[in-house]
């Protein structure tokens, strides 16, 4: 644009960023904001979205989504960046996931991008993390929208081998309160075993959040998996698994802070009703079917 006067008036006079905050470290934050109460401005993610993945589908009918808008914070002087008047901080747009309000397929993720100058900073990683972690603190599993692009497979099976290799080896971080009170530390070890744990494929789902085949898959992969009295099991030393780790080159630790992570009890029990109502009523699906999990 030539003129200030024309970039201007196409600025937004409302405040940035919007939603609600569910996530914060040191040098990021995640905002929560619902398809239908800010329409035009999950319309136009959804556009950009679309100037970077093929598969995207869906543009106006996204009533039925949330989306979760990353956000970098950057110095005062940066340039692009957005100043919050509440706390009087600076962003700048990374990229965002979105994810259906309920889904009958449980997904917890339909759309993720992240814009090219971010790639390669590990975002699309910590998108991926958080948006298990909110699927955690709903008390449910859930995973990618399918089929996932080239890319977005090989950035989900990295996530899946982390969080199994730590749910293996019992450091998995639980800072969600469902995880504290129904699958606490002590069922990951016992008297009687101190060097072993025997996992079942429903448990591993349990506490990493992540579906059965998934981590069924995963496994498999690993090498991990086993039978015993007909029924998939895992019980592994943990000489074994830090020696997968060392072969495949795993790096067990999380992009995410969990002491960033902002649980708000109310919108978790909205959530948990959407998903009970959207059970009793198999039609209620509005699954944005073309979108592909892109992330890098």
């Known amino acids: 644009m030539r003129h200030r006067e024309t970039l201007d008036s196409h600025a937004c006079p409302d405040p940035f960023p919007r939603g609600r905050r569910v996530y914060e470290d040191a040098t990021s934050a995640l905002f929560e904001v619902d398809g239908k109460a800010h329409t035009l401005y999950c319309q136009n993610l959804c556009l950009l979205s679309k100037l970077f993945l093929d598969q995207k589908t869906i543009y106006y009918d996204i009533g039925g989504f949330l989306f979760y808008v990353l956000l970098s914070k950057q110095p005062a002087t940066a340039v692009g960046s957005f100043s919050s008047p509440a706390d009087a901080t600076e962003y700048t747009f990374v990229g965002y996931f979105s994810k259906e309000k309920s889904s009958v397929e449980r997904n917890n993720l339909a759309c993720i991008l992240v814009l090219p100058p971010f790639r390669g900073q590990s975002y699309g990683q910590l998108l991926i993390e958080l948006s298990y972690e909110l699927t955690k603190m709903e008390g449910t599993i859930g995973g990618p929208e399918q089929p996932l692009s080239s890319q977005g497979f090989h950035s989900y099976r990295s996530y899946w081998r982390r969080a199994i290799v730590q749910a293996l080896l019992g450091v998995l971080p639980q800072a969600e309160k469902y995880l504290r009170h129904s699958c606490g530390r002590k069922q990951h070890s016992s008297e009687d075993v101190v060097e072993q744990r025997v996992f079942s494929l429903s448990r591993l789902a349990q506490l990493t959040g992540i579906r059965i085949e998934d981590v069924l898959f995963t496994l498999e992969d690993l090498g991990l998996l086993g039978n015993w009295h007909g029924k998939h099991m895992v019980c592994i030393a943990d000489d074994t698994i830090q020696q997968v780790i060392s072969t495949r080159r795993i790096n067990p630790g999380m992009r995410m802070d969990f002491n960033g ?19 009793s009523d198999p039609n209620s699906s509005n699954s944005d ?7 890098s």
């Open 261 to 279: 992570l902002q649980v708000d009890d109310d919108a978790i029990q909205e959530s948990l009703s959407e998903q009970e109502s959207n059970d």
């Open 289 to 295: 079917s073309g979108s592909s999990a892109d992330s």
